[in-house]
């Protein structure tokens, strides 16, 4: 099973380094550009956000550790987000590795607001994917409302 996963993180790479690309090539600073309908939010703070989801869930609940999570304001360039990710693929890399004979067993750990909680790594790993398509559609539709229409990031891209 863990080679399915590892796959299936290679398409999610695969569909990400797309919409990196393009923030890129055609977005650039307009990154760091507050959208009213997304509340003011900033596509750089929805891209670190996501990388934050994975940090908090496989590395500090799954694996135990108690990083502080990124502040956006420190990543105000594609370049830096960039590195951000190549970070997030180690920290994958090294989960999956790490619990590739026990994706079905229990993790019981406490989150913020004091929150216990229990989830198995498969479910934390779908969490965090599931958790970045769901934003990947946010910044698409923020480029758009920014003046970027977007290309097809889907995984089956035509």
Request: glycine share 4%.
């Amino acid at each position: 099973m863990i080679d399915i996963l590892q796959q299936q993180y290679k398409l999610i790479q695969s569909s990400r380094n797309v919409v990196l690309n393009f923030i890129e090539t055609e977005v650039g600073e307009t990154l760091n550009t507050p959208v009213d309908a997304f509340e003011g939010s900033t596509i750089r703070y929805l891209l670190v956000h996501v990388s934050n989801c994975y940090l908090q869930w496989m590395y500090n609940f799954a694996m135990g550790n108690k990083l502080e999570l990124f502040n956006d304001e420190e990543f105000k360039t594609i370049a830096g987000i960039r590195s951000l990710y190549a970070d997030t693929d180690d920290l994958v890399k090294n989960f999956l590795e790490k619990f590739a004979d026990r994706l079905d067993e229990p993790i019981t750990n406490t989150l913020s607001r004091n929150r216990t909680i229990t989830a198995t790594p498969l479910t934390v790993f779908t969490h965090v994917t599931t958790h970045e398509f769901h934003h990947k559609g946010q910044v698409m539709t923020m480029c758009r409302l920014l003046g970027y229409p977007p290309p097809d990031t889907d995984i089956i891209r035509t």
